[in-house]
């Protein structure tokens, strides 16, 4: 506190120390609220970000899932011309 504003608060006694206290108060709270509001905005952006990241997750799933069910029908076609032929697939090579 400065020595220029201890002396206003003096002047003004204990109504003065209510006030300055109660403006102080004030300017906390306001900072408060701006520091929440500013938190709330950046929870809100990362809500979308995950919202586009489990997207992406998803669509990596069934893109993965469709190769693997690509890769068994392969596997099972390779598997059914070499039954077929009477030699394995090592053979075939």
């Keep these: 506190m400065s020595q220029e504003l201890l002396?206003?608060?003096t002047q003004f006694g204990a109504a003065g120390l209510i006030g300055f206290m109660?403006?102080?108060?004030?300017?906390q709270a306001a900072a408060r609220e701006r520091q929440?509001?500013?938190?709330?905005?950046?929870?809100?952006?990362?809500?979308?970000?995950?919202?586009?990241?489990?997207?992406?997750?998803?669509?990596?799933?069934?893109?993965i899932v469709s190769l693997e069910h690509?890769?068994?029908t392969l596997i099972e076609l390779a598997a059914g011309?070499?039954?077929?032929s009477g030699r394995s697939l090592t053979e075939a090579a």
């Design 7 to 9: 002396t206003i608060l």
């Design 22 to 27: 109660w403006i102080a108060e004030r300017k």
């Design 36 to 63: 929440l509001s500013e938190a709330h905005l950046r929870l809100l952006a990362q809500g979308h970000e995950l919202e586009a990241l489990l997207n992406v997750i998803k669509e990596n799933t069934k893109a």
């Design 70 to 72: 690509t890769q068994r």
């Design 81 to 84: 011309m070499s039954a077929g």
